[in-house]
């Protein structure tokens, strides 16, 4: 073990290079398929139905049509529509913009039905498994936010091995930013708690926003300039805590439907528990983001530990299970196997780890979650930290944090979760090639909050080893340089060997 991937990500730009996403796979299999029919305008590339990779949200009757060359409607073309529509207004609205003739056919032909449906492809296939909330059995882009889509079309297109595309993913980025942190929807009203349709469609609304929002924020971070990656750590982003904090009430334990289940409604309970996860998966992963400012930027914490009140994220294969019949099996199987993380929140689960009475109820709580909840324990370290190092207590040590992480430690090696240098490729089976996120080096993280304690404890804040001072830094204005440095001297240390020291 070691810290490589961390030494990559701290010296990086860009979301391709900083999480070593492979595109490899659109380049060698998506995009001559879509091209092998025929020449496309630029950008336009044809239905990917028949690719190997084909859409998940593109049914077979109208794969069949494509295939037999009958013109038909993109099923997209209505959303793309109001793509251009409300991007040509917030264009329109500002003062250095000249909306022009051909910015207009330059929008239009970027977020075509075909390169949106391409775009959305490259999304799932090569970022999703670094940001998993989305639930993909279910996810419909004809039914979700214009907003939603152009923004997972911007990602998508940012990892395009075409150059053109990125660039204009760039071109668009701001004004999308604009459209969609100016939407109604993206607010921190309290949602009515009626436990009927309206009320999960106001859900459904408000996340479709948190997730446009951090989708933007993620692109402003890693592949803007230096302006605007500061306006995304210190304006947007506290944006997202604030609206996100509204869907808390749908995620806390208890929440999930408890009559028996009905033959007839199980598709309804299965949509149900969709939702319930997305909300759970997007405020951990607004707690992710928050802790990964903290680490590598040394700024204040957004969140806290004790607002965490939400339940733990479900195991991958719980919630990516295919149908609603593959998915009551699943919620059977977890039924008997995890009643003791069933009523464990986050916030619990990080006090837990760290508490002096950890015995076997504990464990078994651990030994059950998926290495997403035990990757987000890891960041809350460098939370947690962050409290200790800024409070009456600096320069100690603290025995809370020191006991979490070492049990933190025994838990993951137990676990023996499957991690690589190079790339996050699991192949949980032969047949199904399953891509696991970057959370899987965790134990990296793990690494950094015990270099951090140990600096700490000698009296040196990693963040000012090179003479910054400390609000400088706080406020995000540094890059990850100082940190890199100190990632690069540890880069080959023996993880095994921290936890016994």
Not at 276 to 288: S, V
Not at 333 to 349: D, E, G, I, N, P
Not at 356 to 367: I, Y
Not at 466 to 478: N, Y
Request: with cysteine; proline share 5%.
């Amino acid at each position: 073990m070691g810290l490589r991937f961390l030494a990559r990500h701290t010296s990086s730009h860009g979301l391709l290079n900083s999480f070593n996403c492979d595109n490899s796979v659109v380049r060698g299999q998506v995009l001559p398929s879509l091209l092998q029919n025929g020449s496309w305008p630029p950008f336009e590339a044809g239905s990917i139905a028949s690719t190997l990779v084909a859409s998940p949200w593109v049914r077979m009757d109208q794969r069949k049509l494509t295939q037999q060359g009958l013109t038909e409607q993109h099923p997209l073309a209505s959303t793309c529509e109001q793509i251009v529509t409300g991007v040509r207004g917030v264009a329109s609205q500002a003062a250095n913009m000249n909306w022009s003739v051909s910015r207009q056919l330059s929008c239009t032909r970027f977020f075509s039905p075909g390169n949106v449906e391409l775009f959305l492809t490259m999304f799932f296939q090569i970022w999703h498994p670094n940001w998993p909330v989305f639930h993909r059995p279910t996810f419909d882009p004809t039914l979700k936010s214009p907003k939603l889509i152009a923004a997972l079309s911007l990602i998508g297109a940012s990892l395009s091995p075409e150059r053109k595309q990125y660039d204009q993913a760039m071109v668009w980025l701001e004004i999308v930013e604009n459209w969609i942190f100016q939407d109604p929807y993206f607010s921190e009203d309290i949602i009515p708690q009626t436990d009927d349709y309206s009320q999960a469609l106001q859900v459904r609304q408000r996340l479709d926003m948190v997730q446009a929002a951090y989708a933007i924020v993620l692109l402003m971070n890693w592949e803007g300039d230096t302006k605007t990656r500061l306006r995304a750590r210190r304006t947007r982003f506290p944006d997202i805590v604030y609206v996100a904090r509204s869907l808390s009430p749908i995620a806390i334990p208890g929440t999930s439907e408890k009559e028996p289940f009905a033959p007839r409604i199980l598709y309804d309970h299965w949509t149900a528990f969709a939702l319930r996860e997305e909300c759970i998966r997007t405020l951990l992963y607004t707690f992710l983001l928050d802790s990964a400012f903290v680490m590598f930027y040394d700024m204040c914490p957004r969140m806290v530990i004790n607002e965490l009140q939400f339940s733990l994220a479900a195991r991958d294969e719980h919630f990516n299970a295919p149908d609603a019949e593959a998915w009551f099996m699943c919620t059977q199987a977890a039924a008997h196997k995890s009643v003791a993380c069933s009523q464990v929140t986050m916030s619990q689960s990080i006090s837990m780890i760290m508490s002096e009475d950890f015995g076997a109820t504990q464990w078994e709580v651990f030994e059950q979650m998926s290495p997403l909840n035990l990757f987000a324990i890891a960041s809350a370290f460098h939370n947690l930290i962050y409290h200790h190092q800024n409070g009456p207590d600096q320069g100690s040590r603290s025995l809370p944090i020191t006991r979490g992480l070492r049990n933190w430690f025994l838990i993951w090696s137990h676990c023996n979760f499957f991690s690589t240098t190079d790339d996050y490729l699991s192949f949980v089976g032969r047949k199904s090639q399953s891509k696991l996120g970057f959370f899987l080096h965790a134990d990296e993280y793990w690494c950094l909050a015990n270099l951090f304690c140990r600096q700490l404890e000698r009296g040196i804040n990693p963040h000012q080893a090179f003479g910054d001072t400390h609000s400088q830094i706080s406020q995000g204005m540094s890059d990850m340089g100082k940190i890199h440095s100190l990632i690069l001297r540890f880069q080959d240390v023996d993880l095994g060997e921290i936890v016994l020291s």
